[in-house]
């Protein structure tokens, strides 16, 4: 399939799935702030707008699926469940250019890095 962002960039793009047992689903990441949820096809089936050029993605397990993470311009991090929509919201006061989830013990942490800071957010 081919996807269209009308000549604006698409910055970051991973395929994960986003509900528990669901199809895998290709995620991209826009310079407008957009981020897209497509299907196998190419079908957008969710889209939530940041605000901000979203600089990277990066998912960690949840209830019932897979939380996404957005990493934006504007220095903040949006935690998104499986239809997109904001679940909560970090401010690093940088832009997020590198986003790393960490997995021990039972627990998630997630490390956003830019600007020359490294920040560990504390997810579960």
């Known amino acids: 399939f081919q996807f269209c ?4 960039g698409v910055t970051d793009v991973l395929i994960a799935p986003l509900q528990a047992g ?3 689903m290709v995620v991209l990441a826009s310079e407008t702030g957009y981020v897209y949820a497509l299907d196998a096809v190419g079908n957008v ?3 939530s ?3 901000e050029s979203v600089l990277e993605l990066a998912t960690i397990d949840a209830p019932g699926g897979t939380e996404l993470l957005a990493g934006c311009r504007d220095g903040r991090v949006y935690s998104l469940d499986a239809r997109l929509k904001t679940v909560r919201r970090f401010d690093c006061g940088w832009p997020v250019e590198r986003l790393a989830v960490c997995k021990a013990a039972g627990r998630a942490s997630v490390v956003a890095a830019g600007g020359g800071e ?3 957010l504390g997810l579960r």
């Open 5 to 8: 962002n009308y000549g604006y």
């Open 22 to 24: 669901g199809p895998p």
């Open 49 to 51: 707008n940041l605000g």
């Open 118 to 120: 490294v920040l560990s």
């Open 45 to 47: 089936v969710a889209r």
